[in-house]
């Protein structure tokens, strides 16, 4: 069975500061990895897919395929971060399609 | 284009009563997905529909649930005889294909009294 553990529920962090995200996954296979991110009174939005490798509003993520995570970085954390974070997954082909496997998110808190 | 759309954003109902809730996806995308969040917890998988087809219903539980996505107009889920433990935020996501980025609505929180 698949699944995505998100073991920190919440982060605190200085304005500033790095932050570091965690994100493991179990799946057999090679899977597709997201993060997505949903603000304060927004919807949830795509951050960033393992496949395309680039790095959104300097946040970037690598996966480790011998460590199965899929951690989420920012060298310098900003207010504007605040937001609840969902690492997930989704198998790889056509017939999976953008059916989603998430973890329980982990809420950021930047302070000024 | 007005983005996936989910109405009613806030729904109460009475154990035993039926919700149904809506779901618009963006203009042109035909591949519909349903999630549930119960408190404190993810989303979780429900549905996958496409037009006029259910692609994927391994989440949805076996009674009580109900999802379509017919040739004109929303996808609708459904839920009868409501219980409390239905009472969570019930996420829509649509996308032009199988794959292809998936954009989620603002949700339906349900609350059962």
């Known amino acids: 069975a698949q699944r995505v553990t998100q073991p920190e529920k919440l982060l605190s962090v200085f304005k500033g500061a790095p932050v570091e995200l965690k994100c493991n996954y179990s799946?057999?296979?090679?899977?597709?990895l997201f993060w997505y991110v949903q603000y304060s009174r927004q919807r949830l939005q795509l951050l960033l897919r393992h496949i395309s490798r680039e790095s959104i509003k300097g946040f970037t993520a690598d996966l480790n395929k011998g460590e199965t995570s899929f951690h989420l970085k920012k060298p310098f954390a900003q207010e504007e971060d605040s937001a609840m974070y969902y690492c997930?997954?989704?198998?790889?082909?056509?017939?999976?399609?953008?059916?989603?496997?998430f973890g329980g998110g982990t809420r950021v808190l930047v302070k000024p | 284009n007005a983005g996936v759309m989910q109405n009613p954003r806030h729904l109460v109902r009475r154990r035993g009563q039926e919700a149904r809730l809506r779901c618009s996806p963006m203009k042109g995308h035909s591949h519909v997905y349903w999630y549930r969040q119960l408190p404190e917890e993810g989303l979780k998988f429900m549905v996958y529909?496409?037009?006029?087809?259910?692609?994927?219903e391994s989440g949805m539980p076996k009674e009580r649930f109900s999802a379509e996505f017919p040739k004109e107009g929303p996808s609708i889920l459904r839920i009868q005889q409501v219980v409390r433990g239905d009472s969570a935020a019930y996420f829509c996501?649509?996308?032009?294909?199988?794959?292809?980025?998936?954009?989620f609505g603002q949700g339906t929180r349900l609350t059962v009294v």
């Open positions: 799946y057999s296979g090679s899977p597709e």
């Open positions: 529909l496409q037009k006029e087809n259910i692609i994927d």
């Open positions: 996501a649509s996308s032009p294909g199988r794959v292809g980025e998936a954009f």
């Open positions: 997930a997954l989704s198998g790889k082909g056509e017939a999976a399609g953008n059916k989603l496997t």
